[in-house]
């Protein structure tokens, strides 16, 4: 990987989500070699990449390039980034092994994050949109303008049907978002741009197998998301565990629906690399103790979704996999380093939950504070200060923040272009309307 | 393509540039059912491609939906657009042949621009990059970055030369203004991304076939931009004519160079559909006669780049392919075709040429106006106005006006991410560096 040899201690980060990049930031620099690989060569905000997904952003808003976040540490020359694509770990010999050649390390931190879980239903995994990353909403993006073009063409009611009918699967909070910015296309935007479509037979479903919305927040925020959504169109179905999909039928333990559009938002799971032990996995994450250290290994170390921590009483199945955590195990991980540097004792890992929050519309959103709870403008203001003020750089924030205003103002949303269309992993076409005139 | 029947003739146009916007919205859209074809569904503003490929812009401050532009008039109900691909025009039937269906037409306007002419040089054509669409000026911007960082990684100096030299083969506006962009990459942005690497070692090589660089402006305007060029760090080389390119080392009819990136801007020729006889053509243009209709025929227009007219006194060889001839004889087919329903005489073809202008850098620009030709900061100025002002919607201007104001006081160009690494066509891999630590 050409990096120098040094005389300081290695310590290699592979992941720059919000625990990797909180973690070296909050590192004494000075006193190690940092080596960051990550597969883009940016960071993603995903808490907004449902808007992304819906044309309300481009990905310049809510992504920050790796080596602009690390450009003072860089420059002063003990940290290193390179793009590369892990293929194992070798923790006998502190090796990792990659596309572009291998590295050694003293310490390892695992910072990989989750990938979408689908629970081993291959035929849902080919023909389901999901949106963890930015080329996946992109992709997204093209597949809802495509569909809307499609329509246009087809007269074929059944095709038209299947074109307009969206199934987002999972109501956490990426499903109530996605669902709650369909329904403002739809509202808003789509009437003004076809109006050969008639709008009102778009259907937004949005599909969980519990029995409410926002499972993880309050029961006052989830009754109150569900009456928005329920207020803008969105059509939420409870009970709902989804069976099957072939790219135009989605087939559920209770009805089916005809659709060429189904998003998974139904769950994550740790993105593991090949070569730790099994033994120090569980529920598709990395095992660690309280200091975030994986067991049965010295020198390796998980941070944020990837990792799996018992010991916080309150949290005893694990931490919610969410960037507040994320970001906490990061720093402390990095004081705790300083701790051992000074001989001091290490800190345990105790997760301080701020609340949580979720928008769904203009001027709906809900939050859940410790002591209060709230909802409606107040909410939908708080839910934007707190998403601008964490978008990484000046020149983010603002950016998002014009977006925002003209959105607000004009009721649209405006980055509907079809820049790379959608090819379908599988099969090119699922409708086929040629037609003469 | 399920265009309703309508007791209006049908005008179809093809290509949503500059001439075929300009022609739809001063064409009087009660009189006619209007059908608007393209492979996108956004219109391009081509001046501003090199900014996409050097990082300083995201593609939706330079592109804006058809549907948007048109909305009123898609609303009114005469207007219809389709995203289709042209596979032959049958002019005896009138008939269009594309992948969405066939489709009549009482007359057609082609208004399909240009492309990259690479002159039959078939490597060239495999291994060069060009810049005429906003996928081609992503692919670059990937391929940019994607060359510093290969360059971190490989030890082999022949191969991180060729990484970090450019050779942009065409002196002509897009040169000139890629070459002034990529040197301000060099000297503000990539010393503090790379300071591994040795950034003064970049090379960018503008070569061209004549002895002067912006060719089609005064030689004032030649010689002071040359002059900007070469004080940015730019290696001018004349009388240069490239032979052939394997992806590696550049051949031409004097030195060669070893490079990974050969940038083609060397010319462009009309984007021709099949089906208009060849009588009708000459140098990869339609033949049109003082009122754009293709000659041999009765009810076929050409419209911009794609038309060569040759009885404009002043252009007998044809006209300057670029956006005010485009816009002014979209304008001028639509108002004859106006004075053809009030049995008014047509209008022949005059070019207004207002002048042309040229961006080097931050307060280096050229202007050459009919009277009047000027320099520097003022003509910069001049020059960030009259391209803010073009650019179609008021939210485009408002976030490309924030993007250049946040560069000019940071010298940075902040869109530097790597969404879709860039495939080479042929072979996936130049480089080879793999090698242990």
Redesign the interface.
Known sequence: ???P?SNLKRIVVIGSGFAGIQFIKNLNVEKYQIVLLDK???HTFQPLLYQVATAGL???SI?Y?V??IF?KE??A?NF?F??AKINKIEASTNTIFSD?????YDKLVISTGSKTNYYGNENIEKFAMSMKT??EA?DLRSLI??NF?DA????NEVEKERLMNYVIVGAGPTGVELAGSLAELKNHVLP?????LDIKKMNIHLVDATDRVLVSMSEEASKNAQKYLEEMGVNIHFGIIVKDYDGTKVITNKQSFETNTLIWSAGVTGNLIFGINNTSQEKGRYLVDEHNKIINHNNVYAIGDVALMKSDVKFANGHPMVAQVAMQQGKNLANNLANTLNNKPLNNFIYNDRGSMATIGRNKAVVDLDKIKFKGFFAWIVWMFVHLVSLV???NK??AL??WL?QYF?YDK???????PFKRKVFEEVTS?????
Do not use: C, Q, W
């Not at 003004?192 to 050969?196: A, G, K, L, S, T």
């Open positions: 990987m050409n990096i040899k883009h060569n940016y481009e990905p310049d992504a390039t080596r602009h450009e860089a420059v020359g290193y390179r793009i572009i050649g291998t590295l050694t930015i080329p992109l303008l495509h073009e246009t063409v087809t007269n003004n741009d076809y109006p050969e750089g000046f020149r603002v950016v014009i977006n003209i004009s405006h980055v509907r272009l079809i820049i790379r309307f040629r037609n003469i005139d």
